[in-house]
């Protein structure tokens, strides 16, 4: 079946500009992570989607990060005033269960704040 | 506070031999472990996990795991390397939180 699916896959801004990056989960999957790759500091965990409840926000690194999900599927990672520190991959993931379950990827988004 | 550590930035091994990627973690419960691979440009790919049960866990394309609970490692294995495992693989750790704790990183190098 088809996998998470994450768009754009490339996004070039301007320092200052806010961005808006989209994933798709795995249909009928409940759980929906986003996580940061940089080559400084690895894999980060952001923030966390489980079916109706409120998001586990305690890995988002400022105010200027933001995410939604609506209608318990697509979710929208928003950065506010982007910095050139933003620059990463994007990485979202769902699960069809969070407690032990496996975490599905999709291929990121390449975030690049000139 | 849970931590993975993936004391090797790199491994190389001939193709045909055995392959070895180690992990180590630290967690405050029972652990929930994980390994992923990542090939250039693309997202991250399950292969195996360990729960419960079984210490040795296998997986996808002849990839298996050995939980050592004494040693709290869960290195990864496989028999016989191909030139295709080279990747950059990744160590998690979950002790009944929500996210995913990942080591740096091991980038495997398999030559012809």
């Known amino acids: 079946g088809a996998g998470v699916s994450q768009s754009p896959s490339n996004k070039v801004t301007e320092k200052g500009k806010d961005v808006e990056l989209r994933c798709d989960p795995i249909?009928?999957?409940?759980?929906l992570y986003w996580y940061r790759q940089s080559l400084g500091q690895g894999l980060e965990f952001l923030i966390y989607?489980?079916?109706?409840?409120?998001?586990?926000k305690s890995g988002l690194p400022s105010d200027r990060f933001s995410a939604e999900r609506t209608g318990g599927s697509v979710s929208t990672l928003t950065i506010q005033r982007t910095q050139q520190e933003d620059s990463a991959v994007y990485l979202c993931?769902?699960?069809?269960?969070?407690?032990?379950?496996?975490?599905?990827f999709g291929p990121g988004t390449r975030l690049t704040v000139l | 506070a849970q931590s993975v550590a993936q004391p090797e930035d790199q491994v190389n091994v001939a193709e045909g031999n055995p392959l070895t990627v180690k992990c180590t973690y630290s967690?405050?419960?029972?652990?929930?472990l994980f390994w992923y691979v990542q090939y250039p440009n693309r997202g991250l790919q399950f292969l195996l996990k360990?729960?419960?049960?079984?210490?040795l866990v296998k997986g996808s394309y002849g990839f298996e795991a050995e939980f050592n609970k004494s040693q709290t490692s869960f290195h990864l294995k496989k028999p016989s390397a191909l030139v295709s495992d080279s990747a950059l693989y990744f160590c998690?750790?979950?002790?009944?939180?929500?996210?995913?704790?990942f080591g740096k990183g091991t980038t495997l190098s398999v030559s012809s």
């Open positions: 967690v405050s419960g029972n652990p929930y």
């Open positions: 989607f489980q079916g109706n409840s409120a998001p586990d």
């Open positions: 993931a769902s699960s069809l269960r969070p407690a032990g379950d496996t975490q599905y």
């Open positions: 249909s009928g999957h409940t759980a």
């Open positions: 360990y729960i419960t049960g079984d210490n």
């Open positions: 998690a750790v979950r002790d009944g939180g929500t996210a995913l704790i």
